[in-house]
């Protein structure tokens, strides 16, 4: 997690449910899930990756004063006729300042969408995206905003998340189950992000040209367990440990649209989010845990659809719970 230094957690925010949808909506500066309302949302069937995209729709865009034009759900598609849709406009000052992590405004240079244009990767995973007057457009639809809000990137902003994960056990060492799905408790990795203070996985961006392996296991290391702080030989012992862990094939979580509140009608981000697991609880899981570059706090967590997360995180972790036959609801049984 990189780039966005702003707090957007000043501003009020209230959280309202909509009935059917997975996720919360948020019509303040930052967007907090509501899965935490159990059981309305406690439930085991599993979210399509395509669900229709709502915290890219929170009302207050985060870290900013800027309202977002309100889209309902019924003209989120852009195949939906609305002649009178008018997207504020809105790229924040930390972007328009042109940080090395940041293309220049459209007419100032030819970026070449749905390709690797040089480094920066313009491919979406979602396919090809639409291109209208100069500027590409969100794959999920509108957002009320245009412009890049606190993206860098035209298009897709690619990230990658490592969803590193152990089983939870008692002071004995055995497998704790939950007392009402009967299904054994995973725990995540979890780390508090300092720009919206919301729990989330330590994912950042992929730096140009990097492998997404690489982002993976660089930004565990950076945001839970501090390594850009570590001297030299903490440094080594981190290093050896996650790439232990990480060399073995991780399960392949996602790859696509990631519903960030930070997304516009023309930048949005995306993410291959992969799963770790410390089988035996004797790899990572005996690190200890250090917040470091943009994170404020790191924990493990349990694995629950209570847990409110940033963006689509919960979604992620539904399919590892589903992946690993672990507790995810107390409706599964
Ligand atoms: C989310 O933003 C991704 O899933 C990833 O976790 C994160 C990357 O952005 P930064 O943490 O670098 O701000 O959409």
């Given at each position: 997690m990189k780039r966005v230094f702003t707090n957007w957690a000043g501003s009020v925010h209230i959280a309202l449910a909509i009935v059917g949808l997975p996720y919360g909506v948020c019509t303040g500066g930052y967007c907090k899930a509501i899965n935490s309302r159990v059981p309305s949302v406690?439930?085991?069937?599993?979210?399509?990756?395509?669900?229709?995209?709502?915290?890219?729709?929170?009302?207050?865009?985060?870290?900013?004063?800027?309202?977002?034009?309100?889209?309902?759900?019924?003209?989120?598609?852009?195949?939906?006729?609305?002649?009178?849709?008018?997207?504020?406009?809105?790229?924040?000052?930390?972007?328009?300042?042109?940080?090395?992590?940041?293309?220049?405004?459209?007419?100032?240079?030819?970026?070449?969408?749905?390709?690797?244009?040089?480094?920066?990767?313009?491919?979406?995973?979602?396919?090809?995206?639409?291109?209208?007057?100069?500027?590409p457009l969100n794959p999920r639809g509108r957002t009320g905003l245009n412009g890049r809000g606190l993206l860098g990137r035209w298009g897709p902003n690619h990230a990658a998340d490592p969803i590193v994960t152990r089983w939870k056990r008692d002071s004995a060492g055995q497998r704790v189950s939950h007392a009402m799905s009967k299904l054994p408790v995973l725990q995540f990795v979890s780390i508090k992000r300092k720009d919206c203070g919301e729990w989330a996985i330590p994912g950042g961006m992929v730096d140009p040209g990097e492998l997404v392996s690489l982002t993976l296991q660089r930004e565990f290391s950076e945001e839970a367990m501090n390594s850009l702080q570590a001297s030299q030989q903490e440094r080594e012992k981190i290093h050896e440990r996650i790439t232990q862990l990480f060399s073995a094939p991780g399960f392949q979580v996602y790859k696509g649209y990631v519903d960030d509140p930070r997304n516009t009608d023309n930048s949005w981000m995306e993410t291959v989010a992969v799963n770790f697991h410390d089988e035996k609880g004797d790899s990572v899981s005996e690190l200890p845990l250090e917040a470091g570059d943009d994170a404020g706090q790191v924990s493990w967590f349990d694995v629950d659809s209570s847990q409110p997360l940033y963006a689509s995180h919960s979604r992620f972790l539904q399919t590892v719970a589903k992946e690993r036959k672990a507790h995810w609801c107390v409706m599964d049984q």
């Open positions: 406690c439930t085991s069937a599993f979210v399509s990756s395509s669900a229709m995209h709502i915290k890219a729709r929170c009302s207050v865009y985060p870290g900013s004063d800027t309202h977002r034009f309100p889209v309902p759900d019924d003209k989120v598609s852009w195949a939906a006729d609305w002649p009178e849709y008018s997207p504020v406009n809105y790229t924040a000052p930390s972007v328009l300042k042109k940080p090395v992590w940041a293309d220049p405004e459209i007419g100032s240079f030819s970026p070449q969408f749905n390709s690797l244009d040089g480094s920066v990767d313009r491919r979406s995973h979602e396919g090809e995206y639409t291109v209208q007057d100069d500027r």
